[in-house]
């Protein structure tokens, strides 16, 4: 089992910044591919960005890119995604996933998912 828990969500102004925490517990395998997903009212959860840690790789939304980084802290055991310039359109609920695979950093599903965080809530204004 791996336990996520997303934190560091809020309330920010359009071209404010965010940065989101991801804590994973238990087992360690599985962390090798990890990514941020976002879920708004009444649409579909989308991928917004991922970490493929054994290549070193990441890949981005088209709509983010530029915008938000993910990183990794393996001492931390913590996923972030540093959200900056935000804008309305990124108001969601933000989820942290583990154990992708494959690991399509470049557009990643969330079927290829196995375990999920709560969700920490983005609103930007």
């Known amino acids: 089992q791996v336990q996520l828990v997303e934190s560091g969500g809020g309330s920010v102004q359009a071209g404010g910044f965010l940065r989101l925490s991801c804590a994973a517990s238990g087992r360690t395998y599985g962390r090798n591919c990890m990514a941020w997903f976002r879920q708004a009212p009444g649409k579909e959860r989308e991928g917004v960005a991922a970490i493929y840690t054994g290549g070193g790789t990441t890949g981005y939304a088209d709509n983010v890119k530029g915008r938000f980084t993910i990183s990794k802290d393996k001492a931390k055991n913590t996923l972030y995604l540093q959200m900056n310039s935000l804008k309305a359109g990124d108001s969601a609920m933000y989820y942290c996933?583990?154990?992708?695979?494959?690991?399509?950093?470049?557009?990643?599903?969330?079927?290829?998912?196995?375990?999920w965080g709560q969700g920490t809530q983005v609103t930007v204004s």
């Open positions: 996933a583990a154990d992708g695979w494959p690991c399509t950093v470049v557009a990643p599903r969330q079927a290829e998912f196995g375990y």
